[in-house]
């Protein structure tokens, strides 16, 4: 009886240890995906960017904030600036990137939930254009593994001009961002949320 405790207790042991590294690997790989999308604005490496998303459709969409949005109409009047919504491409993104001399989208406040075959992570981000801040806000990736790779599904981000706007200090995003997360304590499948 003892040599079946013992065994089921390396056992349990065992396969969290190997799940936790499992987990660890995803996490690990995802944020390898993170690097790899910024070193390839930098660069401007096409190979290395569009080969970071899935084949067939990817969503790419932002919206500029309310605040920044009111600010441009305020400037350049409604007819002109249009809505807040814009959708595209990574690859019209990344060709977009030429018309600047450097380029350079900062990732800070990373936060990674996968479960071993889909994944999103939420972050802040700065997108640098010039050697000057452009522009900043959330950025949200959703990833799928597939045939054991990790591969980019879909960015949806929002704009903050730094014409109007500085981007909060990394502790002062911390602090607004804080309550806006949602921890669902004890709900089973089902529940209202």
Not at 107 to 120: C, K, L, P, S, Y
Not at 168 to 183: N, V
């Amino acid at each position: 009886m003892k040599t079946i405790k013992l065994l089921l207790i390396i056992f349990l042991i065992t396969t969290q240890q190997t799940y936790a590294q499992r987990a660890t690997d995803n996490k690990n790989e995802i944020r390898f995906i993170i690097e790899a999308y910024s070193k390839s604005v930098i660069d401007r490496d096409s190979t290395t960017f569009y080969g970071l998303f899935n084949d067939g459709i990817v969503t790419w969409c932002a919206a500029l904030k309310d605040r920044s949005q009111a600010k441009e109409i305020e400037k350049k009047g409604t007819k002109l600036v249009g809505s807040n919504y814009f959708s595209g491409s990574y690859k019209g993104f990344l060709r977009s990137l030429f018309r600047y001399k450097s380029t350079e989208d900062k990732f800070d406040n990373i936060i990674i939930i996968e479960d071993g075959t889909v994944a999103t992570v939420s972050m802040d981000y700065s997108f640098w254009a010039n050697n000057k801040m452009t522009n900043w806000g959330g950025k949200y990736l959703s990833l799928i593994k597939r045939d054991g790779k990790w591969k980019i599904t879909s960015v949806i981000y929002s704009l903050e001009l730094t014409d109007y706007f500085e981007q909060p200090t990394l502790k002062e995003r911390q602090k607004i961002s804080e309550p806006k997360r949602c921890k669902i304590i004890g709900s089973k499948a089902g529940d209202a949320m």
